[in-house]
């Protein structure tokens, strides 16, 4: 299969790989081979012990328009129960994709424009920095069609922007702008359309040459900080400290900031 067959290219440019959504003609809409390619992509990184940052991208003029309503069509032609154990095996492979992205140690980077919709939100959401071009325009999307979000995005939502907000956005169905959705948390930053690649990098840059055992641990302890009491998560705290404290990085960067000298992390 060439490139411009596959429905989710992986790059790798050093310690940063790169998922690209590959239906530019399609919106980047979800299908089966497109669900497939993400299981594949999200394996093969986490199979990679010199990955330090993941960034996901779209091709073309958008970062994901939601799920392909063909593929949902062709389901809809079998009998009721027929077709809701299909629909119920689509989206549990769905959730394997998920499943493997929240189980990624590295950092990972949503970097979007044009639509970010239904999947797509859930997928930008289940990353833990968003870079948005200021095209970029969001949107629940699934009332309109009759269904409810998947991909997490009931629990993602409420936790980066809040119940009443996630709500709002779930239960309107409401289109709205990269500005509105810096405002309320959902994406990092905002930058011009041709500066969104660019930015990207230098963040994923800035991540892959960082000491990596000490941003994996701070990614599970913040992602884990809802499900602890206090003393629990002080606990995970003092325990990822120590660890962090005893590897080669922390020596390494008490020895040049002592310096004066940018650190050379290893690990």
């Known amino acids: 299969m060439t490139d411009s ?3 989710v290219l992986l790059q790798r440019a050093s310690a940063v790989a790169t998922l690209t959504l590959n239906r530019p003609d399609a919106l980047n809409a979800l299908d089966i081979a497109m669900i497939d390619g993400l299981v594949e992509a999200a394996q093969s990184v986490l199979a990679d012990g010199e990955v330090r940052c993941v960034v996901v991208q779209g091709a073309g003029r958008h970062f994901m328009a939601g799920g ?5 069509q062709a389901l809809l032609n079998e009998s009721g129960k027929e077709a809701r154990a299909r629909f119920h095996a689509l989206i549990t492979r769905v959730h394997a994709a998920i499943e493997l992205f929240a189980r990624m140690p590295q950092p990972l980077i949503a970097s979007v424009h044009g ?3 239904g999947f797509g939100l859930s997928l930008m959401s289940a990353c833990d920095l968003v870079v948005a ?3 970029a325009y969001f949107t629940s999307a699934y009332r309109n069609i009759g269904l409810t979000p998947d991909g997490g995005g009931t629990f993602w939502l409420p936790r980066t922007v809040g ?3 996630a709500a ?3 239960l309107l169905g409401e ?3 990269a500005q509105e959705a810096l405002r309320i948390g959902l994406v990092n930053r905002v930058v011009p359309a041709a500066e969104r690649t660019h930015a990207t990098t230098a963040w994923a840059r800035a991540i892959a040459e960082g000491p990596a055992t000490a941003l994996s641990n701070a990614k599970r302890l913040l992602r884990g900080s809802a499900q602890r009491s206090l003393a629990e998560q002080l606990q995970a705290e003092a325990d990822s400290f120590a660890n962090c404290a005893s590897s080669p990085d922390f020596a390494e960067g008490v020895a040049a900031f002592l310096a004066r000298r940018t650190p050379n992390f290893t690990k």
């Open 163 to 165: 119940a009443r907000k």
């Open 5 to 7: 067959q596959c429905p």
């Open 133 to 135: 071009a200021d095209d």
């Open 115 to 117: 639509a970010v919709a």
């Open 168 to 170: 709002e956005i779930v």
């Open 175 to 177: 289109r709205f702008d």
């Open 68 to 72: 392909d309503l063909r593929t949902f």
